[in-house]
């Protein structure tokens, strides 16, 4: 059955390129609906669908451009706790062009969701099963879809700087997953990256308290890393946001090396235009309790994420 919020549940923060404040609302929608986001500072802005192919070229993250022009930017994170956590049905209201970006990671829109707690509803699910193996490549980066009976990831990163090196995970995304194993892993980036972004206007609500910042064999953030291998968990966060704009939870195993938002979008895009490489399918009761977010419960967040919620 599909799923949306038992109540509104809002967030405030900056927009990590904008360095502007960001206030965000997620509000219960009817079944059929979607994940819609919309413009509430901007008079009679068209909604914005969180669909792959709203989405246009943008540096560093995620954005989606809607009918009349409007954008919405940084939405991967929010995307990808909607999916870790089963949600199919919202409104996202915000009074900017970037969603904020809290302390860098899902932990804290987690958080609120399952605080606001979910709400069954009375229509059927249906899933996007994929057919057959479709890939896009880049160079050595890589990003691939092969079929599976629920979504599966493997993904691989190799930076030169040592605090990051050569970092590999696999993951069975079923029932909680995304809670247990990515949820709190932060945005990270190297310092010289930093200052030469911020020189160009960009990553201007950047800082250590939101992203893991590096410098060669050195972790700048305080506190250190979350997880050892906290950099190649959140690809894996942003690849579960980006691949939730397939429009419905998708029956895949998804495959990346040294792919970002870019890419996976490219591959969302070869599997849809190839109509004999997916299929839609309904969810049976098995299907749906092996889908990410399936049985995920409020106290599975850490309470330490609630603080961010406004």
């Known amino acids: 059955?599909?799923?949306?919020?038992?109540?509104?549940?809002?967030?405030?923060?900056?927009?990590?390129?904008?360095?502007?404040?960001?206030?965000?609302?997620?509000?219960?929608?009817?079944?059929?609906?979607?994940?819609?986001?919309v413009r509430v500072d901007l008079r009679d802005a068209a909604p914005v669908p969180a669909l792959w192919d709203a989405v246009v070229p943008s540096q560093l993250c995620t954005l989606l451009r809607g009918p009349d022009g409007t954008t919405i930017s940084t939405i991967e994170h929010i995307m990808a706790a909607l999916a870790g956590t089963g949600v199919h049905n919202v409104r996202i209201e915000l009074d900017g062009p970037e969603v904020p970006i809290l302390d860098g990671s899902s932990a804290a829109f987690v958080s609120g969701i399952l605080g606001a707690g979910l709400s069954q509803q009375d229509a059927p699910?249906?899933?996007?099963?994929v057919l057959k193996p479709v890939e896009v490549r880049l160079g050595e980066a890589f990003a691939r879809l092969v079929p599976a009976d629920h979504l599966e990831m493997e993904f691989a990163i190799d930076f030169a700087d040592p605090a990051i090196g050569a970092q590999t995970k696999r993951l069975d995304l079923a029932n909680g997953a995304f809670v247990r194993e990515l949820m709190d892993s932060r945005t990270f980036c190297r310092r010289a990256d930093v200052e030469a972004m911020q020189s160009n206007g960009l990553a201007l609500g950047g800082t250590y308290f939101n992203a893991v910042v590096f410098d060669g064999d050195r972790v700048l953030s305080p506190g250190g890393l979350r997880h050892d291998d906290e950099p190649v968990r959140h690809k894996m966060l942003d690849a579960?946001?980006?691949?939730?704009?397939?429009?419905?939870?998708?029956?895949?195993?998804?495959?990346?090396?040294?792919?970002?938002?870019?890419?996976?979008?490219?591959?969302?895009?070869?599997?849809?235009?190839?109509?004999?490489a997916w299929e839609w399918t309904d969810c049976s009761p098995d299907l749906a309790g092996r889908l990410p977010g399936a049985g995920v419960i409020a106290h599975a967040a850490p309470a330490q994420s609630r603080a961010a919620v406004a």
Do not use: E, W
């Open 125 to 129: 699910l249906r899933a996007i099963r």
């Open 240 to 276: 579960v946001g980006d691949l939730a704009l397939a429009g419905a939870p998708l029956l895949a195993r998804y495959v990346g090396n040294r792919a970002g938002h870019g890419m996976t979008n490219r591959l969302l895009r070869a599997l849809f235009s190839d109509p004999t």
């Open 1 to 37: 059955m599909q799923t949306t919020l038992a109540r509104t549940v809002d967030f405030k923060g900056v927009g990590l390129h904008s360095g502007a404040p960001a206030r965000m609302s997620l509000r219960p929608a009817p079944a059929g609906h979607g994940i819609v986001f």
